[in-house]
C-alpha cells in the first residue's frame, strides 16, 4: 500500500516471525445437531432462525508485481477457533524509504493476533484481540488491519482500522459493507509502531447476524479499490468452490489494476476528490482512469452449518 506514513521519529528495525498465511482449516465434513435460536430481532441481517455455523474458507494473495520475489506487503490469518476467524492486515510501503521492510510488521502484528485468538481476555472481542496484537508487535512499521470472529451462534463481530474491508453477500445481494477510515484520501487510519499512528480504540467496531448460505469476503484495498461489488457477487455467483471464488476474485482485481483505461472504484473516487487525469491525457480530452496496482488479498468465508 503506498499511502504516506504517520510517523513522528523512526526507530531501529527487529525482525519479527514470519506468519503463516493459513494456521488450519475449516472441517467442512463436520456435522453435529442444530440448534435453534429465536432471536430479538427481525431485520434482514438478524434472521429469526439460527443454526449453528461455522466458515469453510478459501484464500488468495497476488503481490504486487514488483514485490512477486519478497511475497508483497500483505498479511493475512484463517483460524478455525469457534466459529472461525479471519484477518487482513496490508502493510505501508512508505517505509521502505527508510530501509525498513514493510512487510514484516504486518505479519508480526497477525501473528501474534493468531496467537491471543482463545485469549481469556480477548473473550472473542476483535477489538481487544487488535490491542493485545499491535502491544506485542516489536517490528517497527505500520498497517491497515481487519478482524472477523464468528461466534457459533453466528454472531460476527468485526473491528477494523483504515482501508481493508469487508462484504456480506446474501441471496446475490451485498447486504453489509464496512466503511474505510481514513486521514485524507490515499491516507488511512494505521496502527503504528510510533506514537502518532491509530490505536484499537480508532477502531470501527460492529456486530453482523449471519446464516447458513451467506458469504463474507474480505480483503485488503487491492481487492475493493480495484472490483467493483457487483462484480464480487457476479463472481461469487458462477464459483461454488471458496478457493476457486478467493482465486478469481484476486485474479480480477490484478486484471483491473493493471488496465489503465479501467474506469476502477480507485479513479472514481480519485475524480470525486477533485485529482486530475495526467497532462497528456487532459490534452486529448480524457478523464483520469485506471486501477490501482497493488498487493491484492481476498478471504472468501462460505457460511455453513455444524
Not at 476467524?85 to 521502505?96: E, K, L, N, P, T
Not at 462484504?167 to 477510515?181: E, K, M, Y
Amino acid at each position: 500500500m503506498a499511502i504516506p506514513m504517520l510517523r513522528a521519529a523512526m526507530i531501529s528495525h527487529s525482525q519479527s516471525q514470519q506468519l503463516i498465511h493459513s494456521l488450519s482449516a475449516i472441517n467442512e465434513t463436520a456435522k453435529r445437531r442444530k440448534r435453534v435460536v429465536v432471536s430479538s430481532s427481525s431485520s434482514e441481517l438478524n434472521p429469526l432462525i439460527r443454526s449453528e455455523v461455522s466458515f469453510c474458507v478459501g484464500t488468495c494473495l497476488i503481490p504486487h508485481p514488483k514485490k512477486v520475489n519478497t511475497g508483497g506487503e500483505d498479511a493475512f490469518f484463517v483460524s478455525s477457533y469457534n466459529g472461525g476467524v479471519i484477518a487482513v492486515a496490508d502493510g505501508v510501503s512508505g517505509w521502505a524509504e527508510e530501509d525498513v521492510d514493510p512487510s514484516v510488521f504486518p505479519r508480526e502484528l497477525l501473528a501474534n493476533a493468531s496467537n491471543f485468538v482463545g485469549d481469556e481476555e480477548v473473550n472473542y472481542d476483535p477489538q481487544i484481540l487488535i490491542r493485545k496484537a499491535h502491544a506485542a508487535t516489536s517490528s517497527t512499521g505500520s498497517a491497515t488491519v481487519i478482524v472477523a470472529m464468528l461466534e457459533k451462534n453466528g454472531t460476527l463481530r468485526i473491528a477494523n482500522v483504515g482501508d481493508c474491508g469487508l462484504r456480506l453477500i446474501r441471496n446475490g445481494h451485498v447486504v453489509f459493507s464496512t466503511s474505510p477510515q481514513e486521514h485524507y484520501f490515499d491516507c488511512p487510519f494505521q496502527l503504528s509502531s510510533e506514537g502518532v499512528g491509530q490505536t484499537y480504540l480508532d477502531a470501527a467496531v460492529c456486530n453482523v447476524q449471519l446464516m447458513e448460505g451467506d458469504t463474507i469476503v474480505m480483503g485488503s484495498d487491492g481487492l475493493f479499490d480495484n472490483v467493483f461489488d457487483h462484480e464480487i457477487v457476479q463472481t461469487i455467483v458462477k464459483h461454488k468452490d471458496v478457493a476457486e471464488t478467493a482465486k478469481s476474485l484476486a485474479n480480477l482485481a490484478s486484471s483491473h489494476a493493471l488496465d489503465s483505461n479501467f474506469d476502477s472504484p480507485y479513479s472514481l473516487e480519485a475524480r470525486s476528490r477533485g485529482f486530475k487525469p495526467p497532462l497528456w491525457k487532459k490534452i486529448l480530452g480524457m478523464k483520469l482512469t485506471g486501477g490501482k496496482v497493488d498487493d491484492i488479498t481476498v478471504i472468501v468465508g462460505q457460511v455453513v452449518s455444524l
